[in-house]
């Protein structure tokens, strides 16, 4: 068949063909991209995405698990958990209209008798930047303000213990309250107060920084966990695990029913080695001390000097921990109780305070005098009251002279003298020191005991390096800030002055009161170093003892046992004998108690007063030993063994019997 001409098509050019060719393969292409995109998203990704679809029209709604129980020894509740019900804002959930989120705010504000008066709120500021201070904000606005700015992911708790009918009213009128939520959570109690404020710790919602860490490791980001104390320590045990229930909810997230529940699981109870009775009477006894001798401050710790472990611990000033039950603190409540002079009451003293511990260092210095031959118990030294090392002199408190002294009498009396002469012959210029800081070492100064709460100071061992590397930090402080480091001036190298001083507990030596129960531990138990710990046992919900806590001895000292005997019957004679230092308070004392007073100089202060004791087996008690400090307390055996006596009797006797007055003569 001939073609019409009118039909004919001129043929494909080479280019025109390469061009169609071209924009086939880019269509094809571009076909089956989207073929293989679809391929992906319904068939390898589909079930992922189903259940993001089913997520958005279900939600989890946490159930707190309640956190367990911290008993003393003998099971007294000193930490409890009560279910309250609050008022919460799920800040996303709020109405997106500006103007509805603030008619709902409002509402919400005169329902729960909130003011609604403008006024100034400090917002956190996240990293070092500087908080920021909004004005005319109501309060429902600041408390918003303030916890979604630390906590952006949880749940800002508005009130507290809500009343029934409130909460009647609120579910009655829900959807006039869009992102108001009011659940049942556990609050901690606790019965006695203040007692015990610093070790028992406290808890709080989980930080961001916190949620790296292993401590914290599978706890969700609006968890509740232990800040401090024991709370931190054994929060692994005491917080349980939350559970959770899935309800279905309509396009305006309102609930149309509920799907599942996993029901959460209480968390563990933990019985502490701590005495309920023995720990009031230690903080009473504190109290009055402070009080009778205008101290600032101070601590005791009581503990079983064969195993460790803590039978009392306190701090004061001190706090009541329940005031981190709300939302927020007010301003002016926190610097009230945590504010300039107020002493830092947060800090556990016993622990954390890191003094220079005046005589009571002194049955350290004589066992290495002894260990190192650089003394023998046949030596005598004559105190005449004076003891000159280069230019400077120096004198004996009250300036007494004991004449011929041995080793024994020397401890009995707190001589100055004879233990400055013990630290001129102990001087060694080596980077770690001599004999003094060797066994200063042993014994534990100078570094962490290891005990089952954080917030421990290590204390300082002064030595000829640490100087040098002391020294170097304050210069680099003075050219950084440009200002004098100390008041003093920056020291020079190290001297025989230096282990003179240190010899007596003095210049730059720093020890907490738990670190000087440790090392007089060893003492009486014959060298063993325990490691304190005030966790005794983990126990289920119902009682049932899952975990015994009773660490091993951290080393053991080898000391020569007729040394040992010889510091001990020093100590007793100090406690019992016709002019030892503790003799006016503990000589009518029926249990043998061995103790030392101690009484450290402070610069531009009055002196902190110490006593450090211990009491053998008793009849049917375990051996106990008692440290005690009283900031700006004056003498150790006026402020701080009183104290002492007072908790000896609780322990002995069950009741705290009159305060004694104590001597006022010697250190």
């Given at each position: 068949?001939?073609?019409?001409?009118d039909d004919?098509?001129?043929?494909?050019?080479?280019?025109l063909?390469?061009?169609?060719?071209?924009?086939?393969m880019?269509?094809?292409?571009?076909?089956?991209?989207?073929?293989?995109?679809?391929?992906?998203?319904?068939?390898?990704?589909?079930?992922?995405?189903?259940?993001?679809?089913a997520?958005?029209?279900?939600?989890?709604?946490?159930?707190?698990?309640?956190?367990?129980?911290?008993?003393?020894?003998?099971?007294?509740?000193?930490?409890?958990?009560?279910?309250?019900?609050?008022?919460?804002?799920?800040?996303?959930?709020?109405?997106r209209?500006?103007?509805?989120?603030?008619?709902?705010?409002?509402?919400?504000?005169?329902?729960?008798?909130?003011?609604?008066?403008?006024?100034?709120?400090?917002v956190?500021?996240?990293?070092?930047?500087?908080?920021?201070?909004?004005e005319?904000?109501d309060?429902?606005?600041?408390?918003?303000?303030?916890?979604?700015?630390k906590?952006?992911?949880?749940?800002?708790?508005?009130?507290k213990?809500?009343?029934?009918?409130?909460?009647?009213?609120l579910?009655?009128?829900?959807?006039?309250?869009?992102?108001?939520?009011?659940?049942?959570?556990?609050?901690?109690?606790y019965?006695?107060?203040t007692?015990?404020?610093?070790l028992?710790?406290?808890i709080?919602?989980i930080?961001?920084?916190?949620?790296?860490?292993?401590?914290?490791?599978?706890?969700?980001?609006?968890g509740?966990?232990?800040?401090?104390?024991?709370?931190?320590?054994?929060?692994q045990?005491?917080?349980?695990?939350?559970?959770?229930?899935r309800?279905e909810?309509?396009?305006?997230?309102?609930?149309?029913?509920?799907?599942?529940?996993?029901?959460?699981?209480?968390?563990?109870?933990?019985?502490?080695?701590?005495?309920?009775?023995?720990?009031?009477?230690?903080?009473?006894?504190?109290?009055?001390?402070?009080?009778?001798?205008?101290?600032?401050g101070?601590a005791f710790?009581?503990?079983?000097?064969?195993?460790?472990?803590v039978?009392?611990?306190?701090?004061?000033p001190?706090y009541?921990?329940?005031i981190?039950?709300?939302?927020?603190?007010?301003?002016?409540?926190?610097?009230?109780?945590?504010?300039?002079?107020?002493?830092?009451?947060?800090?556990?003293?016993?622990?954390?305070?890191?003094?220079?511990?005046?005589?009571?260092?002194k049955?350290?210095?004589?066992?290495?005098?002894?260990?190192?031959?650089s003394?023998?118990?046949?030596?005598?030294?004559?105190?005449?009251?004076?003891?000159?090392?280069g230019?400077?002199?120096?004198?004996?408190?009250?300036?007494?002279a004991?004449?011929?002294?041995?080793?024994?009498?020397?401890?009995?009396?707190?001589?100055?003298?004879?233990?400055?002469?013990?630290?001129a012959?102990?001087?060694?210029?080596?980077?770690q020191?001599?004999?003094?800081?060797?066994?200063?070492?042993?014994?534990?100064i100078?570094?962490?005991?290891?005990i089952?709460?954080?917030?421990?100071?290590?204390?300082?061992?002064?030595?000829?390096?640490?100087?040098?590397?002391?020294?170097?930090?304050?210069?680099?402080?003075?050219?950084?800030?440009?200002?004098?480091?100390?008041?003093?001036?920056?020291?020079?190298?190290?001297?025989?002055?230096?282990?003179?001083?240190?010899?007596?507990g003095?210049?730059d030596?720093?020890?907490?009161?738990?670190?000087?129960?440790?090392?007089?531990?060893a003492?009486?138990?014959?060298?063993?170093?325990?490691?304190p710990h005030?966790?005794?046992?983990?126990?289920g919900?119902?009682?049932?003892?899952?975990?015994?806590?009773?660490?091993?001895?951290?080393?053991?000292?080898d000391?020569?046992?007729?040394?040992?005997?010889?510091?001990?019957?020093?100590l007793?004679?100090?406690?019992?004998?016709?002019g030892?230092t503790?003799?006016?308070?503990?000589?009518?004392?029926?249990?043998?108690?061995?103790?030392?007073?101690?009484?450290?100089?402070?610069?531009?202060?009055?002196?902190?007063?110490?006593?450090?004791?211990?009491?053998?087996?008793?009849?049917?008690?375990?051996?106990?030993?008692?440290?005690?400090?009283v900031?700006?307390?004056?003498?150790?055996?006026?402020?701080?063994?009183?104290a002492?006596?007072?908790?000896?009797?609780?322990y002995?006797y069950?009741?705290?019997g009159?305060?004694?007055?104590?001597?006022?003569?010697?250190?």
């Amino acid at each position: 068949m001939i073609q019409h001409p009118d039909d004919r098509r001129p043929p494909l050019s080479p280019q025109l063909a390469l061009r169609v060719a071209m924009i086939g393969m880019f269509a094809f292409a571009m076909f089956a991209i989207i073929f293989f995109r679809l391929w992906f998203l319904q068939v390898l990704s589909g079930t992922q995405y189903l259940a993001q679809a089913a997520s958005n029209t279900t939600r989890d709604i946490s159930i707190p698990a309640q956190r367990g129980e911290i008993l003393d020894s003998k099971g007294n509740v000193l930490v409890d958990s009560r279910s309250a019900t609050v008022v919460q804002v799920a800040v996303p959930d709020l109405p997106r209209s500006p103007g509805a989120r603030k008619g709902t705010l409002r509402r919400l504000s005169h329902v729960l008798g909130i003011s609604t008066a403008p006024g100034r709120c400090v917002v956190p500021q996240p990293g070092h930047v500087p908080d920021k201070v909004v004005e005319l904000l109501d309060k429902v606005d600041c408390l918003i303000a303030v916890q979604h700015a630390k906590l952006p992911y949880a749940n800002v708790t508005i009130l507290k213990d809500v009343p029934q009918p409130i909460l009647l009213y609120l579910s009655e009128r829900w959807r006039e309250f869009q992102g108001v939520v009011t659940p049942q959570v556990f609050l901690r109690h606790y019965p006695f107060g203040t007692l015990a404020a610093q070790l028992l710790g406290t808890i709080g919602p989980i930080q961001p920084t916190e949620l790296k860490q292993t401590h914290f490791k599978g706890v969700p980001k609006d968890g509740i966990v232990g800040q401090s104390g024991v709370e931190y320590s054994y929060d692994q045990y005491l917080r349980g695990r939350d559970g959770a229930y899935r309800v279905e909810v309509n396009s305006l997230g309102n609930f149309t029913r509920p799907l599942a529940q996993r029901n959460p699981i209480s968390g563990n109870n933990l019985k502490l080695s701590i005495d309920e009775n023995l720990q009031k009477a230690g903080e009473a006894a504190l109290a009055q001390g402070i009080g009778l001798n205008q101290g600032a401050g101070g601590a005791f710790v009581a503990l079983n000097p064969e195993n460790g472990q803590v039978l009392a611990m306190g701090s004061s000033p001190t706090y009541d921990p329940s005031i981190f039950a709300q939302p927020v603190i007010p301003e002016a409540q926190y610097n009230k109780v945590f504010g300039p002079g107020t002493g830092v009451p947060q800090d556990n003293r016993a622990i954390a305070g890191a003094y220079p511990t005046g005589s009571t260092f002194k049955p350290i210095t004589a066992l290495a005098a002894l260990e190192s031959n650089s003394w023998s118990l046949g030596q005598s030294y004559d105190d005449t009251g004076t003891f000159k090392i280069g230019v400077l002199t120096m004198h004996n408190a009250g300036g007494a002279a004991f004449g011929s002294l041995d080793l024994v009498n020397a401890i009995k009396v707190s001589s100055d003298i004879f233990f400055y002469n013990l630290g001129a012959l102990m001087n060694v210029d080596k980077p770690q020191g001599g004999p003094l800081q060797a066994w200063a070492r042993r014994f534990g100064i100078g570094q962490p005991t290891g005990i089952d709460i954080g917030g421990e100071a290590p204390g300082i061992l002064p030595t000829p390096a640490w100087r040098v590397q002391n020294n170097r930090r304050e210069l680099e402080y003075e050219h950084k800030h440009h200002v004098p480091c100390c008041t003093l001036g920056i020291p020079g190298p190290w001297t025989n002055g230096d282990n003179v001083h240190l010899a007596v507990g003095q210049g730059d030596l720093e020890a907490s009161p738990l670190q000087l129960a440790v090392a007089y531990s060893a003492i009486e138990n014959g060298g063993r170093i325990v490691r304190p710990h005030v966790g005794m046992e983990v126990d289920g919900p119902d009682g049932t003892a899952l975990q015994k806590i009773d660490p091993p001895p951290v080393r053991h000292i080898d000391i020569n046992q007729v040394y040992l005997q010889a510091v001990q019957q020093g100590l007793r004679e100090a406690a019992s004998s016709p002019g030892g230092t503790s003799a006016a308070v503990f000589g009518n004392f029926a249990p043998p108690v061995y103790g030392k007073t101690g009484t450290a100089q402070h610069n531009n202060q009055q002196d902190q007063a110490w006593y450090v004791c211990y009491v053998p087996a008793y009849k049917n008690k375990p051996p106990i030993l008692v440290a005690v400090t009283v900031e700006q307390g004056g003498f150790g055996a006026v402020a701080a063994a009183p104290a002492a006596r007072q908790i000896l009797s609780q322990y002995f006797y069950n009741n705290r019997g009159p305060w004694v007055a104590g001597s006022s003569h010697t250190l």
